[in-house]
Antibody
Framework: EVQLVESGGGLVQPGGSLRLSCAAS????????MDWVRQAPGKGLEWVGR??????????QYAASVTGRFTISRDDSSNSLYLHMNSLKTEDTAVYYC?????????????WGQGTLVTVSS | DIQMTQSPSSLSASVGDRVTITCQAS??????LNWYQQKAGEAPKLLIY???NFGTGVPSRFSGSGSGTDFTFTISSLQPEDVATYYC?????????FGQGTRLHIK
């Protein structure tokens, strides 16, 4: 059974940093791209960024709203995905979801974690 | 960026009704379109991928169609458990973008 479990959310002051984790199981993690998507309270879904797999050199892409502040990394040896968030702003307050991304023959975004809430407030 | 214009933003229908949601892309996205269902307090669930393919375990009352820039999501016979917000999403190009959502209520 595919499972994605996020952790690391919490309350942080503006300008602060936080690292989110996503533990994956039930599939060959190293074969898939992985994505982060967020949802501000009462709002819609916003794609944050993605990290490709080893075959694609672990390259990353980001939404303009987080470029230069957020970094996505992964550890295939432990089936873990990370979102490093710096210079946090109040508008980064959201539930952050990890989602299974591209791999040939599989639908994108077919599995999502339960989400972890990040609150940026003084 | 590709803009996804989803309509309506809110919809109220009766059990058994046929429900249709539309999504228009600002440019051609071929067939790179998904539909999601999000119930209150839950993560999104993939219902339809690549315009018209069923996600895992998705009931056949849900369907999708379209191509290019115009897409449609249909529930053939609305059930009480279908109360949720529905989103379209394009993944033709980065940044990946979502429609603003359609909140579906039961009359």
């Amino acid at each position: 059974e595919v499972q994605l479990v996020e952790s690391g959310g919490g309350l942080v002051q503006p300008g602060g940093s936080l690292r989110l984790s996503c533990a994956a199981s039930g599939f060959t993690f190293s074969d898939h791209y992985m994505d982060w998507v967020r949802q501000a309270p009462g709002k819609g879904l916003e794609w944050v960024g993605r990290i490709r797999n080893r075959a694609n050199l672990y390259t990353t892409q980001y939404a303009a709203s987080v470029t230069g502040r957020f970094t996505i990394s992964r550890d295939d040896s432990s089936n873990s995905l990370y979102l490093h968030m710096n210079s946090l702003k109040t508008e980064d307050t959201a539930v952050y979801y990890c989602s299974r991304g591209y791999n040939f023959g599989y639908p994108l975004f077919d599995y999502w974690g339960q989400g972890t809430l990040v609150t940026v407030s003084s | 960026d590709i803009q996804m214009t989803q309509s309506p933003s809110s919809l109220s229908a009766s059990v058994g009704d046929r429900v249709t949601i539309t999504c228009q892309a600002s440019q051609d996205i071929t067939n790179y379109l998904n539909w999601y269902q999000q119930k209150a307090g839950e993560a999104p669930k993939l219902l339809i991928y690549d315009v018209s393919n069923f996600g895992t375990g998705v009931p056949s009352r849900f369907s999708g169609s379209g191509s290019g820039t115009d897409f449609t999501f249909t529930i053939s016979s609305l059930q009480p458990e279908d109360v949720a917000t529905y989103y379209c999403q394009q993944y033709d190009s980065v940044p990946i973008t979502f429609g603003q959502g359609t909140r579906l209520h039961i009359k």
